[in-house]
């Protein structure tokens, strides 16, 4: 796995080759994202507590492909760490378990 400097996770997260030249950027400093992230978000349909957030993804309006959710970390009631978002319309879907 590898991360690029892109605030979007879709886009943030990627597969390279091993051999492959990472990131070396001193000022980027990547976010708590799950290691396990769901190729397509999913309704959140468990009851789960708030642990940290929002924290607010608002970009993308440079090539067209525009993203605005908020985030939370979130513990659902059998201990799981998820990360979940809301959009704008205060609906809510499962992103990323975390391991």
Same mark, same amino acid.
Do not use: C
């Given at each position: 796995p590898?991360i690029a !400097?892109? @605030?979007?996770?879709a886009?943030?997260?990627s597969?390279? $080759?091993p %051999?492959?030249e990472?990131? /070396?950027?001193?000022?980027? /400093? !990547?976010k708590l994202? @799950? $290691?396990? %992230?769901? !190729?397509? @978000?999913e309704?959140?349909?468990?009851? #789960? $507590?708030?642990?940290? +957030? @929002?924290?607010? #993804?608002?970009? +993308?309006?440079w090539?067209?492909?525009? #993203?605005?959710?908020?985030?939370?970390?979130v513990?659902?009631?059998? +201990?799981?760490w998820?990360? #979940?978002?809301?959009? !704008?319309? /205060?609906?809510w879907?499962l992103h +990323?378990?975390? $391991?």
């Open positions: 590898s !400097p892109d @605030p979007r996770p886009i943030a997260i597969y390279s $080759s %051999l492959s990472q990131l /070396k950027d001193p000022l980027f /400093k !990547p994202r @799950p $290691s396990i %992230l769901l !190729p397509h @978000p309704r959140l349909t468990d009851e #789960v $507590s708030i642990a940290h +957030g @929002p924290d607010r #993804v608002a970009t +993308g309006w090539d067209n492909n525009p #993203v605005i959710p908020d985030y939370f970390l513990q659902r009631h059998d +201990g799981l998820l990360w #979940v978002f809301i959009t !704008p319309t /205060k609906q879907f +990323g378990i975390f $391991s």
